[in-house]
């Protein structure tokens, strides 16, 4: 059963929430037959992808999972990609054809409705706006541009092709993300006046991306897609040119949610970083970054930190702190959680409970007829009921097909995205200049 | 001794090893890495404990009903098929549903479809005996592509993967037993995994009885991959001597030791490894 309290939205984010029959109904096969039409259609829409590296293969295992749609196209520029996501997909009986340009694939499949783009972010622009022009829908990975001006380009593009663009910030699509603003945050105001926010995303130090030595590829082909050598392909997500950095790689998810759940924008933003572990990149390694937000009842101010030093603190999460309680958001389930001030008493635990918004976590009284005395007992532990078990970005996909199909809205447009890329572009700039920035409610939008 | 980097990873609930020699230093670290990245994908792919794991929703399975898998869950189920068969089911990556359900649930994959259909029971499985090993396997076939050969890899210091031996080496000096172990063999091109009840005790089931296996105190594993020699040596521990030595006659490349007068003794027709 779907929970009943899940509305629509959440409902077709996610076609696969608490309950395995529809689990199953979202992921079974097709019973082996693949679908007879070649025609791309509504019911079973064609599509390339473009870009087979570190997030093209996540995109891919979801993709796999969603009926009615098609990959028929692959394209990537490094044939070590190419060739590797050829030979996964023949695996599973899914011959593509393979592309190194993807101009050569516009203009070669002549039978597509939509592109999902995972490439580095400096190549999102011209690709998506190509292929708006070229009458495709798009599903474009965030972020949406390594600078404001391209990203606005997509959005313009949306707009005059009247073609969908969809931003890969897969959380918007989250159920456990949709239905906690929707239940807990809005309708039960579970934090009370919203006053801090704070997100963080830390990953140890890592290798930087190597390659295998006979796959290099040439250093004209190199040059001509704007790389000046194989590291600077590889680890692009560092460098100027190609793309943002750690506050835009990972802090574009998360500071996407402070603009979604705060439900504006920040009129102001300060910062500080620097390059100051790794010494063959571009951006900052680490940053630190404070945005004020002018919510209704008074200011909220939202501290970010992204590390790629350590992995401390717990990871990468959001959470949101008001004067009656903190929901603490992640896409890794486990770190969510729920916490109540003693002062909130105009809802209950119990109330809360009783309307399906929290949950109860698990007690071991499997004998009711015994009790044990030991130490104090702590207070009942409460979570967020919604578990889907999905991989993360599927719902977001289904959530673009669905757009495509008429059958949904979408959850990340272009437009509304593009709030959010002008955010993270301005803590970048913050910190780049050691000073406060003013962010004004019209700048942000393109 | 020429120069090997060692690169220290966790993941599956282990400690997890790559040692690549006859490269420098960077490259070999790169590689290490990209093996590395690989493992956590396999991870969360194969992971029972992952909730959005292709693993983790076999368990809504009601019989008849099927689900599509994704290509490494697919291949990983295949194996594990092809081993429970081979040892009769001595090795079952469903022995622990026994803890809850009065038999063994029963399963099968659709080829073509790369689909599993649950066909009784319901489907609890534990890729834990068998996940790393395949973790191992897809490892080394990407170091291969780097042109690493030279490695050893290792998880969890059960199951041991060794590529070309390290120059002027006969082979990666391997002890069955504990730290420093005195029986030792060369290892290269072959994999090597060991069971037993010495460090987490009776925790192998019986996939017939749901017990505790009990029939010997250690055994290990030898076979061209590591899926297969974590597999055979699970399933070596719920044996009698007699059937390993009827599991055995299916197939040339696996070696079995067992541990017998504080020694492993082995069994199988598979050329004994030199001694280190």
């Known amino acids: ?446 | 001794m020429p120069d090997i980097h060692q690169f220290n990873h966790h993941a599956m609930a282990t400690y997890f090893e790559v040692r690549i020699t006859g490269q420098e230093q960077t490259y070999a670290a790169q590689a290490a890495q990209a093996a590395l990245d690989l493992l956590d994908r396999l991870e969360s792919q194969l992971s029972r404990f992952r909730p959005n794991s292709a693993i983790a929703q076999l368990g809504g399975l009601a019989p008849g009903e099927k689900i599509c898998l994704n290509e490494p869950a697919f291949a990983c189920l295949e194996i594990a098929k092809k081993m429970e068969l081979a040892t009769r089911n001595a090795f079952s990556i469903t022995a622990a549903a026994l803890q809850t359900q009065s038999c063994l649930p029963q399963w099968s994959l659709l080829h073509g479809e790369s689909s599993i259909r649950c066909e009784s029971g319901r489907l609890e499985f534990d890729l834990g005996a068998i996940g790393k090993g395949f973790a191992l396997d897809r490892m080394a076939a990407l170091l291969r592509n780097w042109d690493c050969p030279a490695f050893l890899l290792v998880a969890g210091g059960s199951s041991i993967l060794a590529g070309d031996a390290p120059e002027d080496a006969a082979g990666w000096s391997c002890g069955l037993g504990d730290d420093d172990a005195t029986q030792r063999i060369s290892l290269s091109h072959a994999s090597l995994s060991g069971s037993g009840l010495a460090v987490k005790g009776s925790h192998i089931l019986d996939p017939h009885t749901g017990q505790p296996a009990l029939q010997q105190n250690r055994t290990w594993a030898l076979a061209d991959t590591a899926a297969e020699s974590d597999a055979l040596s699970t399933a070596c521990m719920v044996l009698s001597e007699p059937e390993i030595k009827e599991v055995l006659t299916q197939d040339q490349s696996w070696l079995i030791f067992i541990e017998s007068d504080g020694a492993a003794q082995p069994m199988g027709s598979r050329a004994l490894p030199l001694q280190a």
């Open chain 1, 1 to 446: 059963m779907v929970d009943p309290l899940l509305n629509r939205r959440e409902f077709i984010a996610t076609t696969a929430v608490a309950g395995a029959g529809l689990l199953l109904e979202a992921c079974k096969s097709d019973s082996g037959k693949k679908p007879a039409a070649t025609k791309s259609s509504l019911n079973t829409i064609n599509f390339a992808l473009v870009g087979y590296g570190e997030e093209g293969k996540v995109l891919l295992e979801s993709l796999l999972n969603i009926e009615g749609v098609r990959l028929v196209a692959l394209c990537d520029i490094w044939e070590y990609h190419r060739n590797e996501g050829a030979r996964y997909l023949q695996k599973l009986g899914n011959e593509v054809r393979v592309y190194e340009n993807y101009e050569d694939l516009l203009a070669k499949e002549k039978d597509l409705q939509a592109v999902v783009i995972a490439t580095p972010d400096f190549c999102h622009a011209p690709m998506t706006n190509t292929c708006l022009k070229a009458g495709l829908h798009v599903y474009c990975e965030k972020s949406m541009s390594n600078t404001i001006d391209g990203a606005r380009s997509m959005v313009h593009a949306m707009r005059e092709t009247g073609k969908l663009l969809q931003i890969g910030h897969q959380r918007r699509s989250n159920p456990r993300y949709l239905f906690t603003l929707n239940r807990l945050l809005h309708e039960a105001q579970f934090c009370g006046r919203i006053t801090a926010a704070q997100a963080q995303w830390n990953r140890a130090v890592k290798e930087d991306f190597g390659w295998p030595k006979k796959y290099e590829m040439p250093a004209g082909m190199l040059a001509k897609y704007g790389y000046r050598d194989m590291h600077q392909f590889r680890n692009w997500r560092w460098f100027k040119g190609l793309g943002g950095g750690p506050l835009s790689d990972l802090g574009s998810h998360q500071i996407d949610i402070f603009n979604w759940w705060l439900g504006v924008t920040p009129k102001s933003v300060i910062a500080s970083g620097g390059l100051d572990y790794y010494k063959n990149h571009d951006w900052p390694d680490n940053a630190m970054v404070i945005y004020e937000y002018p919510l209704a009842q008074g200011v909220a101010r939202a501290f970010y930190q992204v590390q790629t030093t350590t992995s401390s603190g717990g990871g990468y999460f959001e959470t949101f702190m008001g004067g009656d309680g903190t929901i603490k958001m992640s896409e890794d389930p486990s770190l969510c959680a729920i916490y109540r001030e003693a002062r909130a008493t105009a809802v209950s635990w119990d109330d809360l409970a009783g309307k399906g918004y929290v949950r109860a976590r698990a007690a071991s009284a499997a004998d009711a007829a015994k009790v044990d005395v030991r130490e104090t007992a702590q207070l009942a532990e409460y979570e967020i009921p919604v578990f889907f078990n999905k991989p993360p970005h599927q719902p977001h996909l289904e959530n673009f097909f669905n757009a495509i199909r008429g059958t949904a809205k979408l959850n990340c447009p272009g437009d509304e995205a593009f709030s959010s890329e002008y955010t993270i572009h301005k803590a970048n700039e913050a910190v780049a200049a050691e000073t406060r920035i003013a962010i004004t409610a019209e700048e942000v939008k393109a």
